[in-house]
Nanobody, 121 residues
Framework: QVQLVESGGGLVQAGGSLRLSCAAS????????MGWYRQAPGKQRELVAV????????NYADSLKGRFFISRNNAKNTVYLQMNSLKPEDTAVYYC??????????????WGQGTQVTVSS
C-alpha cells in the first residue's frame, strides 16, 4: 500500500506564508511526477503546481506564478509547496498527488487526504 501524508496547513493572515509538505510512503519502487491541487468551497479541484520526476521541470497555475513554489526531495519521497503573499482567495483544501510505481512495476495515481489552508483578511 502507498500513503501520501500532507502537513503544514493552517490559518494565516493575508500576506503571510505557509509551507506544505507531502511525504509518500509504503510499497514504492519510484515516485514520478508530484503535484499540488486545491479545492475551495463550492468550486472544482484545480491544479496548483506540478514537478517532474527529477525536479527539473515545474508547471504552475498562471494565477499563482511568482507566489507559490514547488520543490521535492527524492531521497525522502517528499514534495513541498512554499506559498508566499497569501490571499484570502487562496483559502482551500490542498491535496498532494503523486504518480508512483510499485515494486511490481505497476504505476498508479495517488492522492493525499488534504490539508486545510485558511487565509484571513
Amino acid at each position: 500500500q502507498v500513503q501520501l501524508v500532507e502537513s503544514g496547513g493552517g490559518l494565516v493572515q493575508a500576506g503571510g506564508s505557509l509551507r506544505l509538505s507531502c511525504a509518500a510512503s509504503g510499497l514504492i519502487f519510484s515516485v514520478k511526477a508530484m503535484g499540488w491541487y486545491r479545492q475551495a468551497p463550492g468550486k472544482q479541484r484545480e491544479l496548483v503546481a506540478v514537478i517532474s520526476t527529477g525536479g527539473g521541470s515545474t508547471n504552475y497555475a498562471d494565477s499563482l506564478k511568482g507566489r507559490f513554489f514547488i520543490s521535492r526531495n527524492n531521497a525522502k519521497n517528499t514534495v513541498y509547496l512554499q506559498m508566499n503573499s497569501l490571499k484570502p482567495e487562496d483559502t482551500a483544501v490542498y491535496y498532494c498527488n503523486a504518480v508512483i510505481t510499485s515494486p511490481l512495476q505497476h504505476e498508479d495515481d495517488y492522492w493525499g487526504q488534504g490539508t486545510q489552508v485558511t487565509v484571513s483578511s
